[in-house]
T-cell receptor, first 114, second 115 residues
Framework: SQQGEEDPQALSIQEGENATMNCSYK?????LQWYRQNSGRGLVHLIL?????REKHSGRLRVTLDTSKKSSSLLITASRAADTASYFC??????????????FGKGTHLIIQP | DTGVSQDPRHKITKRGQNVTFRCDPI?????LYWYRQTLGQGPEFLTY????????KSRLLSDRFSAERPKGSFSTLEIQRTEQGDSAMYLC?????????????FGPGTRLLVL
């Protein structure tokens, strides 16, 4: 089945630096979403980008989508200690209008060092 | 708090026992999803409701698992004859949409440990 794959699996940077995470997927999609998960907690929705969009911004977040390469990136600028978390990309299957469950990758574990 | 809520937050049970989890979605949301997440992995889709109708089930959802959403509001996920491999975080999400692929809002999850 389709699955997003995040890269890198783990990333450690200094506070104030930018963090970039990538996601690849396998089949056509309606949209791609990024979620954040703090250790042992539920997922928090960050941003949704539709298949006809190429770039989207939300605060310190910037997401790009390249449907020709089946890939997306999440950039967090001016990182803070509170950004330490796991980040997941999630895709839905383009199944002609049906609402399918999301398919998640294994996530990127981001550590922001003070 | 008007977000998705789940109960209980933690459950420890012995192998072979039955457990039931509850999810209360955001009130105006017509769609409700269940996912399972094991350590170090992303969530995996289990099943999905539109209003009270269960429209899709993953092959991960064995016969021991059953989910209901009787009045199109809250949902329950029951696991019968639990096995150690059922230990995981069970996440519920909801969304409101006419079209597919809208934002899903997740609850805090129920962490299950089967001894």
């Amino acid at each position: 089945s389709q699955q997003g794959e995040e890269d890198p699996q783990a990333l450690s940077i200094q506070e104030g630096e930018n963090a970039t995470m990538n996601c690849s997927y396998k089949t056509s999609i309606n949209n791609l979403q990024w979620y954040r998960q703090n250790s042992g907690r539920g997922l928090v929705h960050l941003i949704l980008i539709r298949s006809n969009e190429r770039e989207k911004h939300s605060g310190r977040l910037r997401v790009t989508l390249d449907t020709s390469k089946k890939s997306s990136s999440l950039l967090i600028t001016a990182s803070r200690a509170a950004d330490t978390a796991s980040y997941f990309c999630a895709t839905d299957r383009n199944s002609g209008g049906g609402a399918d469950g999301l398919t998640f990758g294994k996530g990127t574990h981001l550590i922001i060092q003070p | 708090d008007t977000g998705v809520s789940q109960d209980p937050r933690h459950k420890i049970t012995k192998r072979g026992q039955n457990v039931t989890f509850r999810c209360d979605p955001i009130s105006e949301h017509n769609r409700l999803y269940w996912y399972r997440q094991t350590l170090g992995q992303g969530p995996e889709f289990l099943t999905y409701f539109q209003n009270e109708a269960q429209l899709e089930k993953s092959r991960l959802l064995s016969d021991r698992f059953s989910a209901e959403r009787p009045k199109g509001s809250f949902s329950t996920l029951e696991i019968q004859r639990t096995e150690q491999g059922d230990s995981a975080m069970y996440l519920c999400a909801s969304s409101f949409s006419i079209l597919a692929g809208e934002t899903q809002y997740f609850g805090p999850g129920t962490r299950l440990l089967v001894l």
